[in-house]
């Protein structure tokens, strides 16, 4: 399988979501859930399907790697696939590094309402559904919101 990187010629709503996370992505990171794309080459890979070739084969809610590995942490588009959402945030901010990024980019429901008449099951009562004082609360952290991209310090 050949991974697609930053900038896609074929997404461009994707690189414009990648492009607003950019500036938080110095050092090391790892994109969770990434797929068959990354947002750079140099960045561990984590997913569930062997087809998608990551660098680490596992659940994004429970990534074998040592506690503040990273960084910065990518969640493009996956928080909504976890059914336990907490347990996958809290898994992303015990892998990064204090002072780190996590950056999720997360459907909002307002949108994809309009875009489809009909939502799939796996985002259907999910989008915008996660605890919103859970990132809040943890020590050093701060929300930011950047249209659709948001970047949790």
Known sequence: MEIQYY???EDFMWNDE???ILPYTDGQGIDVGCGGRS???D???VDIDPDKEPDILCSGDEIPVSDESFNF???QHILE???DQDKALKEWLRILKPGGYLLIIHPDISVQSSRRNKLNKIHQGKINGIDPE???SQPG???RDQDNARGVR
Do not use: D, Y
């Open 18 to 20: 990648v492009t607003k």
């Open 73 to 75: 942490v990518v969640a």
């Open 141 to 143: 952290c701060e929300k």
């Open 134 to 136: 859970l990132l809040g």
């Open 39 to 41: 947002i750079r080459a």
């Open 81 to 83: 696939h976890f059914e």
């Open 43 to 45: 960045i561990k890979r």
């Open 7 to 9: 900038p896609s010629k």
